[in-house]
């Protein structure tokens, strides 16, 4: 392991991944609400929590992965690397707030983890140096 992987772990990964997606759901939530009003928009949204969950639901079945684009049941992780954007039909109003409200809520909340990490890191090199 890296310098760098001993203070920076997999914790702090795993939130930049999330941060990642939540951002880019960011995005597809607004376009289908900038788009609301277009004739024939169908609503779309990452697959990425459908396939998380379903490939970790499913860990006592082997799995083949017939395409490329089929998640290795053995990596979840892979899920959150390569989510799908997916019709869901017409776009529904309340619906798409609901979507980036709660989106908004877990990019603020994975923020003050990530800024209470690095807090704890800071305390942990200064009181190191005393």
């Known amino acids: 392991m890296s310098d760098s992987g001993v203070v920076f772990d997999r914790t702090i ?10 951002s880019l759901n960011q995005q597809v939530v607004s376009s289908n609400l900038a ?9 779309k949204e990452y697959s990425f929590e459908k396939v998380l969950q379903e490939s970790l639901e499913e860990q006592t079945l082997p799995a083949a992965r017939s395409d490329r684009r089929h998640v290795d049941s053995g990596d979840p992780l892979m899920a959150m690397k390569s989510p799908e ?22 990019y603020q ?15 942990a090199i200064s009181e190191g140096g005393q």
Do not use: C, W
């Open 85 to 106: 954007v997916v019709e869901t039909g017409a776009v529904d109003l309340d619906s798409e707030m609901m979507k980036l409200s709660k989106n908004s809520i877990e």
């Open 35 to 43: 788009n609301i009003n277009t004739p024939g928009y169908m609503s």
């Open 13 to 22: 990964q795993l939130m930049q991944d999330r941060l990642t997606l939540n």
């Open 109 to 123: 909340y994975i923020v003050t983890m990530l800024n209470k990490k690095f807090t704890m890191l800071r305390h």
